[in-house]
């Protein structure tokens, strides 16, 4: 006898978990087997949709804790004090593949964090690049499809990839970014963490700021060149997400340095280019990185399904003070994610334990819905406003006021200047790294048709004739 008895879903003891029911010792089985019946049923519904970006990844627990005093610029609670430490919760990843694809394949990397904040959740759902591919949100599900499978090969495809590209011409700095060995960095800890866009901080006096975040990595960039990473991807495709757990298992806890450029308010209007514009870099001589805290990843989920799988970020989770801004992929991304959880885990999906507040309560008047696995509010009223007055809307979350101008309508970027920011970053990488890019770019280039190679080529020349060559070199060679 046990003092731990298996058990039905329902808690009742279960018989025998290694012999089926069945009529006589050869079988057949009876129908009234309910738990074999009751576990091949749960069995087959093991597997929830994979995220269809980002799919494969790993998380970690883990601390913020303020190093720096920011009061200046955001009432935020959690960054209210010098010393202050919150829970985080962070989950990288790779874009493009699969759930058991390999970690060191060249794709962005995922950066998304989740801090457990007295005033509810805050996530920064950010990579490790600092711009995007492309900036109006109507064209992301064709570039994700790009970086996807082809329909008729089920392979992923080079030809699709540099057709959109080199047919998107706001994706050239992104796209010398992924190129460079950036693009295959060595595991999860040695890479920094953007927020990408343009976001709003608040203050107590309700001043508003432009900001973008920085996560640098304390351990160090460091990447794979394009054959260790194809020889790690046959070797350990899990190379990150194992690096990561080790890491913190040996209780060596990676850590990042967050800083962010204040952009003030008013100089939106006049900067040299749109500052929401998610393809272009604040250069940091006009805005300069200001240090704020450290992240800290001290503790290894205890399983990877119920804490990674099921966890679930967003850009649209801000809390007082921290606001949007008008980047239109920001824009577009505050109804993608929502909506991806709730068909991905259902609407009641910040109730799970890895997504509901931790240092919080949340309260309002939402009930029901297919999992309500909490109270679900007991006996409190469910409408607002009620005649207890409570929970109600508080002056604190009101969020940043910004002009908007002009009328309704779909517009074309005016800035039409792809080259200039790329062109600065080749100039200023090494030689080792800049040889690097030309021979990664020619070796994905290869495998594409001639027609696409000479659209892209024309790009290549417009950010610099030096990079133009050595790629046509490269082609050449081949
Ligand atoms: C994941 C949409 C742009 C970073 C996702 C998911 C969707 C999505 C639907 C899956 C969410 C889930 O199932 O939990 C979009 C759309 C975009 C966009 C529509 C543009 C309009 C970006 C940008 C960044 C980014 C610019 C980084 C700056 C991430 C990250 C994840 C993710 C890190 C994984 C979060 C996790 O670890 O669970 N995106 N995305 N995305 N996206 Fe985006």
Do not use: C
Request: hydrophobic content about 35%; cysteine-free.
């Amino acid at each position: 006898m046990t003092d731990r008895p298996m058990t039905r879903e329902t808690g009742a003891p279960v018989y025998d978990d290694q012999h089926s029911r069945t009529a006589g010792p050869r079988g057949p089985v009876t129908l009234e087997d309910v738990h074999l019946i009751e576990k091949l049923a749960h069995f087959n519904r093991e597997r929830i949709p994979e995220r269809v970006v980002h799919a494969k990844g790993a998380g970690a627990y883990g601390y913020f804790e303020v190093t720096h005093d920011v009061t200046r610029y955001t009432q935020a609670a959690f960054l209210s004090e010098i010393g202050k430490r919150t829970e985080v919760f962070v989950r990288f990843s790779t874009v493009g593949g699969e759930q058991g694809s390999a970690d060191t394949e060249r794709d962005p990397r995922g950066f998304a964090v989740k801090f457990y904040t007295e005033e509810g959740n805050y996530d920064l759902v950010g990579n490790n690049t600092p711009v995007f591919f492309i900036r109006d949100p109507l064209k992301f599900p064709d570039f994700i499809h790009t970086q996807k499978r082809h329909p008729q090969t089920h392979l992923k495809d080079p030809n699709m990839m540099w057709d959109f590209w080199s047919l998107t011409p706001e994706s050239m700095h992104q796209v010398l970014i992924l190129f460079s060995n950036r693009g295959t960095p060595y595991g999860y800890r040695h890479m920094h963490g953007f927020g990408s866009h343009t976001f709003s901080w608040t203050n107590g006096d309700g001043q508003v700021v432009w900001v973008k975040y920085h996560f640098l990595t304390d351990q160090g960039i460091r990447n794979f060149r394009r054959h260790e990473a194809v020889d790690m991807a046959g070797r350990d495709p899990d190379f990150a997400t194992r690096d990561l757990f080790d890491a913190i298992e040996r209780k060596e806890y990676p850590s990042w340095t967050l800083y962010v450029q204040i952009m003030p308010f008013e100089d939106a209007e006049r900067y040299t280019f749109d500052p929401f514009d998610v393809t272009k870099v604040w250069l940091h001589g006009d805005y300069p990185l200001i240090p704020v805290g450290k992240l800290v990843l001290n503790r290894n989920p205890q399983n990877y399904f119920a804490e990674v799988e099921q966890a679930a970020f967003s850009p649209a989770h801000v809390v007082p003070g921290i606001g949007f801004s008008p980047d239109k992929m920001l824009q577009g991304r505050l109804f993608a994610y929502g909506d991806a959880h709730r068909y991905r885990l259902g609407a009641n999906y910040n109730l799970l334990p890895v997504n509901r507040p931790h240092a919080s309560t949340a309260q309002n008047y939402q009930r029901d819905g297919a999992m309500r696995f909490d109270d679900n509010g007991g006996s409190s009223p469910n409408y607002y406003p009620n005649r207890l007055g409570h929970p109600a809307p508080t002056e604190r979350a009101r969020g940043p006021e910004y002009p908007v101008q002009g009328l309704v309508g779909h517009y074309e970027y005016r800035d039409r200047d792809f080259y200039t920011q790329p062109r600065k970053l080749y100039h200023v990488m090494p030689e080792h790294e800049r040889a690097d890019l030309a021979d990664n770019l020619a070796a994905s280039l290869r495998q594409v048709d001639r027609e696409i190679v000479e659209r892209q080529m024309v790009h290549f020349e417009q950010i610099d004739a030096d990079l133009a060559r050595r790629v046509s070199e490269g082609l050449r060679k081949a």
